[in-house]
C-alpha cells in the first residue's frame, strides 16, 4: 500500500511558475514509477509526466520544456515544476505511483491558471 498526499496548487498567472510535491508513504517508495496526471473539467484524465525508478522521465508534448518532475528517494517526494504556465494547464494534479500491476493515486491538487 502506498499513500500519497498532494500540496502545491493555486491560482498563477499566465507565465508563472508553481511546484506540486507529492509526499508518498506506506511502503517502499524508491521501487515505484511515479508520474503526475491532470483532468481538466469535461475533459479525460491524462499523463503529464513520469519517472522511473531509475530516474528517467517522460513528458506529454504539451507541457514539454515547460514542467520537470524529479523525486527524491531519501525524502519519499516526488515533485513538479511548472513554469511558463498556459490557461490550457488548468486542472486537478493527481500523483500516481505504479509497480506491476499496483497502482495508487492521490486526493489532487488545483492548479487554476487565469489572470
Not at 506529454?60 to 494547464?89: C, H, M, W, Y
Not at 499496483?102 to 487554476?112: D, H, M, N, S
Amino acid at each position: 500500500q502506498v499513500q500519497l498526499v498532494e500540496s502545491g496548487g493555486g491560482l498563477v498567472q499566465p507565465g508563472g511558475s508553481l511546484r506540486l510535491s507529492c509526499a508518498a508513504s506506506g511502503s517502499i517508495f524508491s521501487t515505484y514509477a511515479m508520474g503526475w496526471y491532470r483532468q481538466a473539467p469535461g475533459k479525460q484524465r491524462e499523463l503529464v509526466a513520469v519517472i522511473s525508478r531509475i530516474g528517467s522521465t517522460n513528458y506529454a508534448t504539451s507541457v514539454k520544456g515547460r514542467f520537470t518532475i524529479s523525486r527524491d528517494n531519501a525524502s519519499n517526494t516526488v515533485l513538479l515544476q511548472l513554469n511558463s504556465l498556459k490557461p490550457e494547464d488548468t486542472a486537478v494534479y493527481y500523483c500516481h505511483a505504479q509497480k506491476m500491476i499496483y497502482e495508487y493515486w492521490g486526493q489532487g491538487t488545483q492548479v487554476t491558471v487565469s489572470l
